[in-house]
Structure formats: structure tokens, C-alpha cells
Nanobody, 126 residues
């Protein structure tokens, strides 16, 4: 059974940076998409960036393009989210999630995720 554990959240001022980490264990397939979702207070959860292990293609939601970067360290079974130029609107609980499947030219974060982490809170003050 796959387990995902996020870390790295916290309080940061607008314009600052944070790096989130998600350590994955128990992954049993070579092909999957893994990424970051967030849920702000009073809003629905949204997929903001995901990456495919099939071809390393990545998707970024429009509001985070140019500010956030997703990366993976296969040796450490870890996916990172580097967040720069943070804005108060980025305040949310950030979740790591995985979907087992082949993905080529990833154009969105998949639905029907197979596993989720517990989430880490990011608060951006103005």
C-alpha cells in the first residue's frame, strides 16, 4: 500500500518561498503521475501541478505557472514543490497524491487519485 507523507509547510510572508516535500513509500508500479493539490478555506480542492514518470511531462495550473516548480528525486522517492513569489491567495492545505497509469504529454492533474497524503498547511501573510 502506497503511503505519501508531506512536509515543509508553514507561515511565510508574501513574496517569500517555501519548498514542500512528499516522500512516497510502497509504490508498486513504474508508471504513474504524482503531484500537488491544494484546498483553500471555503474552496474546492484543485490540482496545481503534476508530473508523469512515463515521460517527465508536467502540468501547471495557470495561477502557479512561473512561480512553482515540481521535481522528483527517484533515489529518495520524493517529489518536491518549490514555491516562489508566494501570494496570500496561495494559502491552503497542500496535498501530495498519486495516480497509477501511463501518462504522456501530461496536460492536467488526473482525477480518481489512488492515494493521498495527509496534507501540509501553507499560510502566506500579506
Amino acid at each position: 500500500e502506497v503511503q505519501l507523507v508531506e512536509s515543509g509547510g508553514g507561515l511565510v510572508q508574501a513574496g517569500g518561498s517555501l519548498r514542500l516535500s512528499c516522500v512516497a513509500s510502497g509504490i508498486t508500479f513504474d508508471d504513474y503521475a504524482i503531484g500537488w493539490f491544494r484546498q483553500a478555506p471555503g474552496k474546492e480542492r484543485e490540482g496545481i501541478t503534476c508530473i508523469s514518470t512515463s515521460d517527465n511531462s508536467a502540468y501547471y495550473e495557470e495561477s502557479v505557472k512561473g512561480r512553482f516548480t515540481i521535481s522528483t528525486d527517484n533515489a529518495r522517492n520524493t517529489v518536491y514543490l518549490q514555491m516562489n513569489s508566494l501570494e496570500p491567495e496561495d494559502t491552503a492545505v497542500y496535498y501530495c497524491a498519486i495516480k497509477y497509469a501511463l501518462f504522456y504529454g501530461l496536460a492536467f492533474c488526473p482525477e480518481g487519485l489512488d492515494a493521498w497524503g495527509q496534507g501540509t498547511l501553507v499560510t502566506v501573510s500579506s
